[in-house]
């Protein structure tokens, strides 16, 4: 199956070069982690309280400060993704503990990704609100859902298939929309069986964290850190190992 061929070989991927992972990895989380407990801890703190329904709200003059660390958070995130997309594909192997800082294809990855939110933003409009409003008004509710449904995985589906433009992105290869569906023309079934791989592994990895911190809260903790970071790595190795696999042809 070539959705679980995808999702082992990336896995296979991370665990196969964690020094590697880990050097490219940590310096971006630790900088996160400080700036977390040091600033964004507080001023969430601040920032949130109840209004006089009792409903949480945010202090809108704590906005500006809380979108810019968000900002700061997705660069450190992308700072990561980046530099193992190049990893991978370029076999540019990182020389020390502090990974390049590529501000220009960090830009361009966030670029792209605008670009595919907008695309999905108005294709999820058009498909899935023209089905949910015809088959509301034709079918029985029953039905009206399986179609949503089925729109909605349609949708994915969609995403799927313009994926690889992120790791081109990251690498500096122009990969126009109407390439990356081409090169990715009849995955439908693949990008379904992935997905339903990547949530049994998921709940997979939250019964495990629940039984730990149930047996030993703090080794529950940074079991819960260790998979959240390897499972960021994996998915972030997917898009690599689609761009790889269906742009270039390398074999899985």
Same mark, same amino acid.
């Given at each position: ?9 990336s896995?296979n991927?991370? @665990? ?6 880990l ?14 407990v ?13 209004d ?7 202090? +809108?003059?704590?906005?500006? +400060?809380?979108?810019?660390?968000a ?7 992308l ?8 990893f991978v594909?370029?076999e540019e ?5 502090i ?5 220009g ?14 695309v999905m ?6 498909? *899935? ?8 008004a034709? %079918? ?11 729109? %909605?995985?349609?949708v994915?589906?969609?995403l ?9 992105a990251a ?13 990715t ?13 990547? *949530? ?7 019964f ?7 047996v030993f809260?703090? @080794? ?10 390897v ?7 997917i ?12 074999? *899985?």
């Amino acid at each position: 199956m070539i959705s679980w061929k995808i999702f082992s070989h990336s896995l296979n991927m991370v @665990l196969r070069n964690w020094r590697d992972a880990l050097r490219i990895a940590l310096v971006p989380v630790l900088i996160g982690v400080v700036l977390f407990v040091a600033f964004l801890g507080g001023l969430m703190s601040e920032a949130m309280h109840m209004d006089a329904n009792g409903v949480p709200s945010v202090d +809108p003059a704590l906005a500006g +400060p809380l979108f810019l660390a968000a900002v700061v958070f997705i660069i450190l995130e992308l700072w990561v993704f980046v530099n193992w997309h190049r990893f991978v594909l370029l076999e540019e192997y990182p020389q020390g503990w502090i990974p390049p800082f590529r501000g220009g294809r960090i830009l361009a990855y966030i670029g792209v990704s605008l670009i595919l939110a907008l695309v999905m933003g108005l294709v999820s409009a058009v498909v *899935i609100g023209m089905v949910v409003m015809m088959s509301a008004a034709v %079918f029985p509710p029953v039905i009206a859902m399986i179609l949503a449904i089925a729109a %909605f995985v349609l949708v994915g589906v969609f995403l799927f298939r313009l994926l690889p433009m992120l790791p081109a992105a990251a690498i500096g290869e122009r990969l126009s929309m109407s390439q990356s569906l081409q090169a990715t023309r009849g995955t439908a079934g693949t990008a379904i069986m992935l997905f339903v791989v990547l *949530i049994l592994v998921q709940l997979l990895l939250q019964f495990i964290v629940g039984a730990s911190m149930m047996v030993f809260a703090p @080794l529950g903790f940074i079991f819960s850190l260790g998979a959240a970071l390897v499972m960021t790595l994996v998915n972030v190795s997917i898009l690599t190992t689609l761009y790889g696999h269906y742009v270039q042809g390398r074999p *899985i």
